[in-house]
């Protein structure tokens, strides 16, 4: 009886916590976004870091034009939209549904033609 118990608690813990020992940092959001991010993180049973490591997990990112974003790329660390980690958002911690692809949300001007 003990036994089955104890696994119905771990289960209910690893659904309600689905992210954890995952580390995850930010990048583009304004200090508010970012503060309820970083809620939603630790709700979620994840690690915030401010700076992007080589252990990180994913980034969760406004653009791919960032420092954090281009570093993000070289080392193969996931980069997801804000939804990703939304637990209103039907994309909720479905990364394939939420990752931002190179160049994604970049604007180009050219100038000079006639």
Do not use: H
């Not at 690893?14 to 309820?36: D, L, M, R, V």
């Not at 193969?76 to 939209?81: D, F, R, S």
């Amino acid at each position: 009886m003990k036994k089955k118990k104890s696994q119905t608690t771990q289960r209910s813990q690893k659904k309600s916590k689905p992210i954890t020992n995952q580390i995850i940092c930010t990048s583009g959001f304004s200090p508010e976004e970012n503060e309820e991010i970083i809620k939603q993180i630790k709700q979620a049973g994840g690690q915030y870091t401010e700076n992007l490591k080589i252990d990180t997990n994913y980034l969760i990112a406004s653009t791919t034009c960032s420092t954090k974003a281009l570093f993000a790329q070289n080392m193969n660390i996931k980069i997801v939209t804000r939804e990703w980690i939304d637990p209103t958002n039907e994309k909720y911690l479905n990364p394939k549904d939420c990752l931002i692809k190179c160049f994604e949300g970049v604007k180009f001007f050219l100038f000079g033609f006639d």
